[in-house]
C-alpha cells in the first residue's frame, strides 16, 4: 500500500499536526515543542501543508465544494451543476455562479477569503517561530526553513490576488487583516513574483509530486510553475484599474530575471524552460497522470497528497457529478450534479466525425458502461448522459436527471471510503502540459511560433498538428485541462470571462469588466473599515 511508503515528514506531520485546530500554535508548549531542529520544521513549515486540501466547504484549494475550485471553475463556459428540479438550486448558488451574479455577503465567498488569510497568517506566524528558535538551527537550515514558508505564502496571495484584486497584504505576526489597508493589485502581484524570485534558490530541488521526502512540499519546481503563471497573466495582474478598458502591453511589462531584462512573455518562457531543465515530460499515457497511484508521473509537478488511511482531505468532485446509478454501480455514493456545458463539448468535436481523444478521458457520455455492463435506471431503461440537453434550469425537462457529460478524468478508487469521496487518487494542481501551453501562448504573444510546444500536448494524445493561434491554444487548455480549475484564470486572460458564452447572456453592465474579480466579501468589510469596495459592486 502506498502510504506505508509515504515519508517520515508526513506521518511526523500527521502525528503532530493531523488533529489541531485554527488555533494550534496557542495549544502548543514551545518548551517542550521546540528543542530541535525537526521540531522546528515540523511545527512551523510542515504544519502548514495540513491546509493545502481539506474536507470542509471552501477550504483546500481542490477537492471541497464551494471554495476556490468552484469559483474557478462553475463561473465559466467549462462547466455548470443545473438546477434538476429539487436538486442543486441550493438558493440559487450554482446559478448565481455561472450567470456572475456575485453576492457580497455570500457566505461561502467569505469562507474562502477567510480560508486564503488563515494559512497566510499562519505563516507569518511561522516565520516569528522559525525567527525565535533560530538558535536552533544551522545558517543553511533557518534560510531554507524561512524560503519555504514565504513560498507558501506567496502562493495563497497568488489565489487572494487572481481572485480579489485589490487586497490587504499581511506580511508579519504583528499585523491583522482587520486593520491593514488594501494594496493594489500590482502591488501584490510585484510583491509575490519577488518572494518567488527571492525564495526559489533555496528550496528543495527534486519533484513534489514523487514519494520521498519531497513529496507534498512547495519545492523549487512549484515556485518555477507559478512564476511562469504569473507571467502569462501578467497584464491582468499589472492592471491597477481593470474597469476602464485600457491594459499594460506584456510586451513592454518587464521583470529582471538573473540580470537580465525580459518583458513578461519573454519571462514566462524562462521559468518554463526551468521546468524542462528540472526534468518534467509528458507522460506517455494521460490518464496515468490522474491514476489511483498517480506518485510515480513525470508530468505532475504539485499534487494534494491523499491517502485515506492518512489524511482528511477529500476529492469530491466524482462523487458530486455522478449520476446515482453510475456511482451504485462502482460501490460508491454520488449526487447526480456537476457536468460539462455544451459548448464544451462542441469544442472536443463532439457530435462530429473528428472527435478529440481527451474527449472520452474526460467525460462520461452516451450510453453508460461500468466494466463493460450497461448500467440501468430504477425504470429499466439504459443510463444514457445527454451532452446536448444541458439547461441552466432542468426542472421541465425530460433529461432532467441525465443532461450533460459528466466528470471522469480521474481513476475511480474502488477502495476509497466516504462513499468515494476519500481516494488515494492525489490530486493534480500543476502539470507540465500546462507549461507547453503557456510557453505556446507566450510565444505567439510575443510575436513568435508556439507550434512546436502545442502540438507535443496534442500528440501525445493522438491528435494531429494545429498552427499556434490563440484561439486554437484557448481551445487546446479546454481539452488538455478539462476539470482542473484553470478556465476562468484562462477566459480572463483572453478578454473573455465577462463576455456572453454557451448559455449565458452577459448583461450590459459586465461590459466593464468587474465581474473578473470578485467582491470584497461584505463581513471583511465590516470588519476593517480600511478595505474599499472593488470598482463595479456595491460598495
Given at each position: 500500500?502506498?502510504?506505508?511508503?509515504?515519508?517520515?515528514?508526513?506521518?511526523?506531520?500527521?502525528?503532530?499536526t493531523g488533529c489541531l485546530d485554527e488555533n494550534s500554535k496557542d495549544s502548543l508548549d514551545e518548551q517542550h515543542t521546540y528543542t530541535t531542529d525537526r521540531d522546528v520544521y515540523v511545527n512551523a513549515v510542515a504544519t502548514l501543508y495540513n491546509y493545502i486540501g481539506s474536507d470542509k466547504d471552501s477550504e483546500g484549494l481542490q477537492g471541497t465544494y464551494r471554495g476556490v475550485y468552484d469559483y474557478n471553475t462553475f463561473t465559466t463556459d467549462e462547466a455548470i451543476i443545473p438546477v434538476?428540479?429539487?436538486?442543486?438550486?441550493?438558493?440559487?448558488?450554482?446559478?448565481?455562479?455561472?450567470?456572475?451574479?456575485?453576492?457580497?455577503?455570500?457566505?461561502?465567498?467569505?469562507?474562502?477569503?477567510?480560508?486564503?488569510?488563515?494559512?497566510?497568517?499562519?505563516?507569518?506566524?511561522?516565520?516569528?517561530?522559525?525567527?525565535?528558535?533560530?538558535?536552533?538551527?544551522?545558517?543553511?537550515?533557518?534560510?531554507?526553513?524561512?524560503?519555504?514558508?514565504?513560498?507558501?505564502?506567496?502562493?495563497?496571495?497568488?489565489?487572494?490576488?487572481?481572485?480579489?484584486?485589490?487586497?490587504?497584504?499581511?506580511?508579519?505576526?504583528?499585523?491583522?487583516?482587520?486593520?491593514?489597508?488594501?494594496?493594489?493589485?500590482?502591488?501584490?502581484?510585484?510583491?509575490?513574483?519577488?518572494?518567488?524570485?527571492?525564495?526559489?534558490?533555496?528550496?528543495?530541488?527534486?519533484?513534489?509530486?514523487?514519494?520521498?521526502?519531497?513529496?507534498?512540499?512547495?519545492?523549487?519546481?512549484?515556485?518555477?510553475?507559478?512564476?511562469?503563471?504569473?507571467?502569462?497573466?501578467?497584464?491582468?495582474?499589472?492592471?491597477?484599474?481593470?474597469?476602464?478598458?485600457?491594459?499594460?502591453?506584456?510586451?513592454?511589462?518587464?521583470?529582471?530575471?538573473?540580470?537580465?531584462?525580459?518583458?513578461?512573455?519573454?519571462?514566462?518562457?524562462?521559468?518554463?524552460?526551468?521546468?524542462?531543465?528540472?526534468?518534467?515530460?509528458?507522460?506517455?499515457?494521460?490518464?496515468?497522470?490522474?491514476?489511483?497511484?498517480?506518485?510515480?508521473?513525470?508530468?505532475?509537478?504539485?499534487?494534494?497528497?491523499?491517502?485515506?488511511?492518512?489524511?482528511?482531505?477529500?476529492?469530491?468532485?466524482?462523487?458530486?457529478?455522478?449520476?446515482?446509478?453510475?456511482?451504485?454501480?462502482?460501490?460508491?455514493?454520488?449526487?447526480?450534479?456537476?457536468?460539462?456545458?455544451?459548448?464544451?463539448?462542441?469544442?472536443?468535436?463532439?457530435?462530429?466525425?473528428?472527435?478529440?481523444?481527451?474527449?472520452?478521458?474526460?467525460?462520461?457520455?452516451?450510453?453508460?458502461?461500468?466494466?463493460?455492463?450497461?448500467?440501468?435506471?430504477?425504470?429499466?431503461?439504459?443510463?444514457?448522459?445527454?451532452?446536448?440537453?444541458?439547461?441552466?434550469?432542468?426542472?421541465?425537462?425530460?433529461?432532467?436527471?441525465?443532461?450533460?457529460?459528466?466528470?471522469?478524468?480521474?481513476?475511480?478508487?474502488?477502495?476509497?471510503?466516504?462513499?468515494?469521496?476519500?481516494?488515494?487518487?492525489?490530486?493534480?494542481?500543476?502539470?507540465?502540459?500546462?507549461?507547453?501551453?503557456?510557453?505556446?501562448?507566450?510565444?505567439?504573444?510575443?510575436?513568435?511560433?508556439?507550434?512546436?510546444?502545442?502540438?507535443?500536448?496534442?500528440?501525445?494524445?493522438?491528435?494531429?498538428?494545429?498552427?499556434?493561434?490563440?484561439?486554437?491554444?484557448?481551445?487546446?487548455?479546454?481539452?488538455?485541462?478539462?476539470?482542473?480549475?484553470?478556465?476562468?484564470?484562462?477566459?480572463?486572460?483572453?478578454?473573455?470571462?465577462?463576455?456572453?458564452?454557451?448559455?449565458?447572456?452577459?448583461?450590459?453592465?459586465?461590459?466593464?469588466?468587474?465581474?473578473?474579480?470578485?467582491?470584497?466579501?461584505?463581513?471583511?468589510?465590516?470588519?476593517?473599515?480600511?478595505?474599499?469596495?472593488?470598482?463595479?459592486?456595491?460598495?
Amino acid at each position: 500500500m502506498k502510504y506505508l511508503l509515504r515519508p517520515l515528514f508526513f506521518l511526523t506531520l500527521l502525528t503532530l499536526t493531523g488533529c489541531l485546530d485554527e488555533n494550534s500554535k496557542d495549544s502548543l508548549d514551545e518548551q517542550h515543542t521546540y528543542t530541535t531542529d525537526r521540531d522546528v520544521y515540523v511545527n512551523a513549515v510542515a504544519t502548514l501543508y495540513n491546509y493545502i486540501g481539506s474536507d470542509k466547504d471552501s477550504e483546500g484549494l481542490q477537492g471541497t465544494y464551494r471554495g476556490v475550485y468552484d469559483y474557478n471553475t462553475f463561473t465559466t463556459d467549462e462547466a455548470i451543476i443545473p438546477v434538476r428540479g429539487g436538486d442543486w438550486y441550493d438558493g440559487g448558488f450554482w446559478a448565481d455562479l455561472y450567470t456572475h451574479n456575485w453576492a457580497e455577503d455570500s457566505k461561502p465567498l467569505y469562507d474562502t477569503w477567510k480560508y486564503l488569510y488563515k494559512v497566510i497568517v499562519f505563516s507569518n506566524d511561522a516565520l516569528t517561530t522559525i525567527d525565535k528558535h533560530k538558535q536552533l538551527l544551522t545558517d543553511e537550515q533557518y534560510k531554507a526553513y524561512r524560503a519555504e514558508v514565504r513560498a507558501i505564502r506567496a502562493l495563497y496571495y497568488y489565489y487572494l490576488m487572481d481572485m480579489f484584486g485589490n487586497i490587504p497584504l499581511v506580511t508579519t505576526a504583528d499585523e491583522s487583516t482587520e486593520n491593514v489597508e488594501q494594496a493594489s493589485r500590482p502591488e501584490v502581484y510585484r510583491f509575490i513574483v519577488k518572494e518567488l524570485q527571492e525564495v526559489t534558490p533555496l528550496l528543495p530541488t527534486g519533484h513534489s509530486n514523487l514519494l520521498g521526502k519531497n513529496y507534498g512540499r512547495v519545492t523549487r519546481s512549484v515556485a518555477n510553475f507559478l512564476l511562469a503563471k504569473l507571467m502569462l497573466n501578467g497584464e491582468v495582474y499589472s492592471d491597477a484599474d481593470w474597469t476602464d478598458n485600457q491594459q499594460p502591453n506584456g510586451k513592454q511589462t518587464y521583470f529582471t530575471i538573473n540580470g537580465q531584462q525580459m518583458n513578461i512573455w519573454q519571462a514566462c518562457k524562462y521559468y518554463c524552460d526551468e521546468l524542462t531543465a528540472d526534468g518534467f515530460t509528458l507522460a506517455a499515457d494521460y490518464l496515468s497522470n490522474f491514476s489511483v497511484n498517480n506518485e510515480n508521473s513525470p508530468e505532475n509537478i504539485f499534487t494534494i497528497p491523499l491517502d485515506k488511511h492518512l489524511y482528511k482531505s477529500q476529492f469530491q468532485y466524482l462523487f458530486r457529478s455522478r449520476h446515482y446509478s453510475h456511482g451504485g454501480a462502482f460501490g460508491t455514493g454520488s449526487e447526480n450534479g456537476a457536468c460539462a456545458t455544451i459548448s464544451t463539448v462542441k469544442t472536443f468535436g463532439y457530435g462530429t466525425s473528428n472527435v478529440d481523444k481527451r474527449y472520452a478521458y474526460n467525460l462520461y457520455s452516451d450510453t453508460v458502461r461500468v466494466d463493460g455492463n450497461i448500467i440501468y435506471l430504477e425504470n429499466g431503461k439504459p443510463l444514457v448522459y445527454m451532452p446536448l440537453a444541458v439547461e441552466l434550469n432542468l426542472t421541465n425537462s425530460p433529461y432532467i436527471k441525465t443532461a450533460g457529460a459528466r466528470m471522469a478524468k480521474y481513476e475511480v478508487d474502488r477502495n476509497a471510503f466516504n462513499d468515494g469521496k476519500s481516494p488515494d487518487n492525489d490530486i493534480v494542481l500543476f502539470r507540465y502540459a500546462d507549461v507547453l501551453l503557456m510557453k505556446a501562448e507566450a510565444a505567439v504573444r510575443n510575436g513568435e511560433n508556439g507550434n512546436t510546444e502545442l502540438n507535443l500536448v496534442r500528440s501525445r494524445s493522438g491528435m494531429g498538428n494545429r498552427t499556434a493561434t490563440l484561439d486554437n491554444i484557448l481551445a487546446e487548455r479546454l481539452m488538455e485541462l478539462m476539470w482542473e480549475g484553470w478556465r476562468r484564470n484562462d477566459l480572463i486572460r483572453f478578454n473573455r470571462f465577462h463576455q456572453s458564452y454557451d448559455l449565458r447572456t452577459a448583461p450590459a453592465t459586465e461590459a466593464d469588466r468587474h465581474t473578473i474579480v470578485f467582491p470584497i466579501p461584505s463581513r471583511a468589510l465590516d470588519l476593517n473599515e480600511k478595505l474599499k469596495q472593488n470598482k463595479g459592486y456595491q460598495r
